[in-house]
């Protein structure tokens, strides 16, 4: 069922004072509503980026969303000279007038934010974008199904920050795992804010090695996947 063709979708402020969006049918948040940065930061750059150790690091994006995660990785990859190639999926993209509200063009201390931000949402989708020498992206407008019928391989990273079982129970099951560990390089690493047990279960009959791990804040845990 097309659920984002049907739902609302709100701006609303999290206690960190930034924005995020939320789906009030199902009191669903694109992010935690005790801040975006600090989930992003510590599930996806902390746990996530930080942990990979190659040169040149591929990343698979479930669910581009806001594109928080993409800034944020682009930003490390200027600060540390990491070359990386980042691959994305989504839906439902958000429309300019949300992307405007959501002002992450000023969430970074640096000038280059804005323009960074409209960029990433600006990437013709199915197209290989580069946005500066360290750092490209490729967007998919589709389904996770779809993922496997795409050409997306040797990933060393994947960012999983689909919406919650909760609401897309049919997002955290075997088949969409099975997808992903079929992209991904030996010893790659999947990382969520998810530690949902049914979810875990999932990940483990596919192969992935799970690990959880201490959450952000306002959860109370999180998990590190790895395909040894």
Not at 75 to 99: F, G
Not at 126 to 133: K, P
Request: hydrophobic letters at 35%; glycine letters at 6%; aromatic letters at 12%.
């Amino acid at each position: 069922m097309d659920y984002n063709f049907m739902l609302k979708r709100t701006i609303i402020n999290t206690l960190e004072g930034t924005k995020t969006i939320q789906i009030p049918e199902w009191n669903e948040t694109y992010h935690s509503r005790h801040g975006i940065l600090q989930e992003a930061q510590h599930v996806f750059i902390s746990n996530g980026l930080e942990k990979v150790n190659v040169p040149v690091i591929s990343i698979l994006e479930m669910g581009f969303g806001t594109g928080l995660n993409a800034l944020l990785t682009l930003y490390e990859a200027l600060e540390k000279s990491m070359k990386i190639s980042y691959y994305t999926l989504e839906k439902y993209p958000l429309i300019m007038d949300e992307i405007n509200q959501l002002q992450y063009g000023s969430i970074l201390n640096s000038e280059k934010t804005e323009e960074y931000y409209r960029l990433l949402h600006e990437a013709e989708w199915g197209v290989n974008t580069h946005l500066c020498e360290n750092f490209s992206i490729i967007k998919y407008q589709t389904d996770f199904k779809n993922l496997k019928d795409l050409p997306i391989s040797n990933i060393n990273l994947v960012y999983y920050d689909a919406f919650g079982a909760r609401v897309q129970p049919e997002l955290w099951e075997v088949n969409i795992f099975k997808s992903i560990y079929d992209t991904m390089t030996s010893g790659g690493l999947l990382t969520t804010y998810s530690s949902k047990g049914s979810a875990r279960r999932a990940m483990q009959s596919v192969g992935f090695e799970v690990e959880k791990l201490i959450g952000p804040k306002g959860k109370r845990e999180m998990v590190n996947a790895w395909k040894r």
